[in-house]
Structures are given as structure tokens and as C-alpha cells.
């Protein structure tokens, strides 16, 4: 059964802060992850994707622990245009893509 | 401007009565997907095309259909609507080349209402 579980939210955070999402994954063969960033009764965007080695785009970075299934995303120094809810998504790769959607992480960052 | 379009993006309607949704994208793709979003369930892929006139089930397709004649183009149709489709859609597409790491592009969302 493919499953993506992401920790339960909302996160309330201060602007500032340091903040991580945490996901596990349950398909030892997935084989591409990714954080996409989804703004209220908005459209899912790609934030980043999360590579072997561990991949940093400016204030957010991203990790992968293959043998745990486990990815993470951490955001330092929050700012409150970083409130919305990150999704972790995995993808079944074989010819064409099959992703699979974690249910979101609310993140709410406070003046 | 590369896009993928939605349209309509609210729609109240009544049980039963058909209606298509269409999604349209500028940027070349050959794979399409169609999902619902529903609280506490998260994103649900209903299918998927991988090229013109090739087309799959997805995790819940039930009461669903689509069609890809063109490129282009990817209508999801209901044939007859009940309340339990209430919900957020979104169209996506991306490239099929040999990676694993292509971008999904999404559309803005239709927030469907059958009553």
C-alpha cells in the first residue's frame, strides 16, 4: 500500500524560528521526493526537490534517509510569507510518474 | 506565460446533471493527471494520461471519466453527479522524459458543489 505520512499540524511558529516537516514514506522503491508548497485555496507548487545528498535552496533545506524512508524539510529564519501548508510527495517512477501526496503540513508564522 | 488552465473554477450544480471540466496546457506535456483534494485526505489522483488517447485509473476514478485526443487537452467528465464529488480538482501536467524528477505543473483548481 503506497502511503506518505507527514507530521499533524498546524505549526505555529514566530517569525524567525527554525521550523522542520518531517515525512515517511512506506514504498522502499519510490524513487524521486519532493516538498511542494500549497497556499490557502491555492494550487500546489513545487518548493524543492529532495536529493540523496541533501540539497539547500537558500533558507530551506532538504533531506533523505533512504534506509529510514524518511525525508525532512527544514526552514530557517521564518517569515510570515512562509505560512501554508508543505506537502511531502514521493514518486513511483517506472516509465511515466506516479505521485503520491502526503496530506500536508499547516505552517503559520507569527509577527 | 506557461500554464495549465481550469475552467470553470467554481461550479455549483445539482445531482445528476453532467458537466465537464475542462484543463488545457501550453507547455508541450505528455503527461496529465487529474486529482481531488478533500480535508483530512489529502491530494487523490482520479487518472491520468501518459500521451494522446492513452489514458489510466488512478487511485479513485470511480463516477469519472476523461478523454486526451489532444495534446493539449484533458476534459474530466461526471457523468452524473452526486454530493460525494463535492470537491476541490486540480489538472496537472508534466514532461515524460527519463527522469523521475519532472515537474508536476498545476492548474488553479476547480471547487466543484453537487447538491
Known amino acids: 500500500r503506497k502511503e506518505v505520512e507527514q507530521d499533524p499540524g498546524p505549526f505555529n511558529v514566530p517569525e524567525g524560528a527554525t521550523v522542520a516537516f518531517n515525512c515517511t514514506y512506506s514504498?522502499?522503491?519510490?524513487?524521486?521526493f519532493f516538498w511542494y508548497r500549497q497556499d490557502c485555496r491555492k494550487e500546489p507548487k513545487l518548493l524543492m526537490s529532495?536529493?540523496?545528498s541533501g540539497n539547500e535552496d537558500g533558507r530551506f533545506t532538504a533531506q533523505l534517509n533512504r534506509a529510514s524512508q524518511y525525508i525532512s524539510l527544514l526552514i530557517r529564519d521564518s517569515k510570515l510569507s512562509d505560512s501554508a501548508t508543505y506537502l511531502c510527495?514521493?514518486?513511483?517512477?517506472?516509465?511515466?510518474?506516479?505521485?503520491?501526496f502526503g496530506k500536508g503540513t499547516m505552517l503559520l508564522v507569527s509577527p | 506565460e506557461a500554464q495549465v488552465t481550469q475552467n470553470p473554477r467554481y461550479l455549483i450544480t445539482v445531482t445528476g446533471k453532467k458537466l465537464t471540466v475542462t484543463c488545457s496546457q501550453n507547455?508541450?506535456?505528455?503527461?496529465m493527471s487529474w486529482y481531488r483534494q478533500d480535508p483530512g485526505l489529502g491530494l487523490r489522483q482520479i487518472y491520468y494520461?501518459?500521451?494522446?488517447?492513452?489514458?489510466d485509473k488512478g487511485d479513485v476514478p470511480e463516477g469519472y471519466k476523461v478523454s486526451r485526443k489532444e495534446k493539449r487537452n484533458f476534459p474530466l467528465i461526471l457523468e452524473s453527479p452526486s454530493p460525494n464529488q463535492t470537491s476541490l480538482y486540480f489538472c496537472?501536467?508534466?514532461?515524460?522524459?527519463?527522469?523521475?524528477?519532472?515537474?508536476?505543473?498545476f492548474g488553479p483548481g476547480t471547487r466543484l458543489t453537487v447538491l
Open positions: 496537472a501536467s508534466s514532461f515524460q522524459e527519463q527522469s523521475s524528477y519532472n515537474e508536476q505543473f
Open positions: 514504498n522502499s522503491a519510490s524513487q524521486s
Open positions: 529532495v536529493y540523496s
Open positions: 510527495v514521493v514518486n513511483m517512477y517506472s516509465g511515466y510518474s506516479t505521485l503520491t
Open positions: 507547455m508541450n506535456h505528455e503527461y
Open positions: 494520461s501518459m500521451n494522446v488517447e492513452v489514458t
